[in-house]
């Protein structure tokens, strides 16, 4: 008896924001260190590379590392450092998405395949307009759509149901380990953007979407699954 299973075949991509169709992580990044550096909490560039995908109170509670504060000081600092987040992301124009990013968007739908958003941020929406992917994109689920952040699969499967697909026939494309998780605890198959160190559990794991086709997704699958 062959040990292949039959895969359900691939009916659409629901891809993550922050480090895959733009980098928004370095604006992340930035924000978070200012708030730190005004509160005087130890934070660098190493340290952020553990909130990569993760919620903005997950964030702030890894920033703290067990710090108490009172509630009240927790959701000013909240409010600042997404105030801070948002200063910084008017200045996204379209020339902001990263290479290869819409052009595989706009295959994938030339395919008959469908595209859906999948972020843990709340904020989105608006960095989506400012780069000018909503039309190429069949579905938003974002950081306002579930309660659960990632990595449990709320958000992905929130995302397949808009797609009106079953989990299994989704690719989710994802640049941090945290996404990589809540994929596969949905069932979703995975493809990883980034370092193998990061990434490492997806089905198959691609440097960035530069150059890359719907049939170089769908043969990286194939070989690896
Ligand atoms: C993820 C980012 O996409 O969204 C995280 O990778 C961020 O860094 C999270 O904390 C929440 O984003 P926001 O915009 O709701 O604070
Ligand atoms: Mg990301």
Same mark, same amino acid.
């Given at each position: 008896m062959s040990l292949e299973r039959e895969r359900?075949?691939?009916?659409?991509?629901?891809? =993550?924001?922050?480090?895959?169709?733009?980098?928004?992580? !370095?604006?992340?990044?930035?924000?978070?260190?200012?708030?730190? =550096? !005004?509160?005087?909490?130890?934070?660098?560039? #190493? +340290?952020? !590379?553990?909130?990569?995908?993760v919620s903005r109170r997950a964030s702030l509670e890894l920033i703290l590392k067990g710090r108490v504060y009172p509630n009240e000081k927790i959701e000013a600092m909240l409010a600042r450092k997404n105030s801070y987040y948002l200063e910084a992301i008017r200045a996204i124009t379209p020339a902001d998405v990263l290479p290869g990013a819409r052009e595989l968007l706009a295959e994938i739908r030339a395919a008959g395949l469908k595209t859906a958003l999948g972020s843990a941020s709340r904020n989105a929406g608006e960095v989506l307009d400012r780069l000018g992917l909503r039309p190429l994109l069949d $579905?938003? +689920?974002?950081?306002?759509?579930?309660?659960?952040?990632?990595? #449990?699969? =709320?958000?992905?499967?929130?995302? $397949?149901?808009?797609? =009106?697909l079953p989990p299994a026939a989704c690719v989710v494309v994802e640049d941090a380990a945290a996404g990589i998780e809540a994929a596969q605890a949905g069932g979703l198959r995975t493809i990883g953007i980034g370092p193998p160190e990061r990434v490492g559990r997806a089905? +198959?794991?691609?440097?960035?979407? !530069?150059?890359?086709?719907? #049939? $170089?997704?769908?043969? +990286?699958?194939e070989h690896r699954a």
């Open positions: 359900m075949p691939v009916g659409g991509f629901i891809f =993550d924001l922050d480090g895959v169709l733009t980098d928004t992580a !370095e604006f992340h990044y930035r924000a978070w260190q200012r708030l730190a =550096d !005004e509160e005087g909490l130890p934070f660098d560039r #190493a +340290a952020n !590379e553990h909130l990569r995908g $579905a938003v +689920a974002d950081g306002n759509s579930v309660e659960r952040p990632k990595p #449990a699969p =709320d958000l992905f499967l929130f995302a $397949a149901r808009l797609l =009106d089905e +198959a794991v691609l440097p960035s979407l !530069e150059g890359v086709h719907l #049939a $170089a997704l769908l043969n +990286a699958l």
